[in-house]
């Protein structure tokens, strides 16, 4: 057992690969809060990504990671994505090489301006991870599992990773 911490990346703080996944934007979701999405289309090209700085007391173990979206149609068909990472330390490469890629996928999404969030299975890193590493994150749509949820009101809102730590204090 090692203590848990986690940390959010808003759609405002994703890159995203400008075609397939517009830049994020700010929209009011049902007349409600105003926030920071991203809309991507159903390809295999739809790429979204973030980087983080880890702690000093980060285990460089797996990470978990929970995908929060918004459907604003009333559609309740699936959603597929595929996450990876790469652990790159002080003077190390960073490149196009990702860990094996973990499935992210939602059977039926809940629709109608309803919160979805889903988590990963444990999430391996390409690289030698070691606690103050860069970590780059990377989802992409598995469009090829034919998801089936319409893209173009499909509201990404975020990513959240859940890690483990060496010690409580950093």
Not at 57 to 64: I, L, S, V
């Amino acid at each position: 057992y090692r203590p848990k911490k986690s940390v959010w990346f808003g759609a405002g703080a994703l890159s995203t690969d400008g075609t397939q996944c517009a830049a994020p934007a700010e929209v009011t979701i049902n007349s409600g809060p105003k926030l920071w999405t991203v809309i991507c289309t159903e390809n295999d090209a739809a790429t979204m990504y973030w980087s983080w700085k880890s702690p000093d007391n980060w285990d460089a173990g797996t990470f978990t990671v929970d995908h929060v979206y918004i459907q604003t149609a009333a559609d309740t068909g699936s959603m597929l994505g595929e996450l990876s990472a790469q652990c790159r330390g002080n003077g190390e490469t960073v490149n196009n090489t990702f860990g094996s890629v973990v499935e992210l996928d939602d059977a039926a999404v809940t629709g109608s301006n309803k919160n979805d969030m889903i988590t990963s299975a444990a999430i391996t890193a390409d690289g030698t991870c070691a606690a103050g590493d860069m970590v780059y994150f990377r989802w992409q749509y598995d469009a090829t599992g034919n998801p089936t949820t319409a893209a173009a009101t499909l509201n990404h809102v975020g990513f959240r990773v859940e890690y483990s730590v060496t010690s409580r204090s950093q």
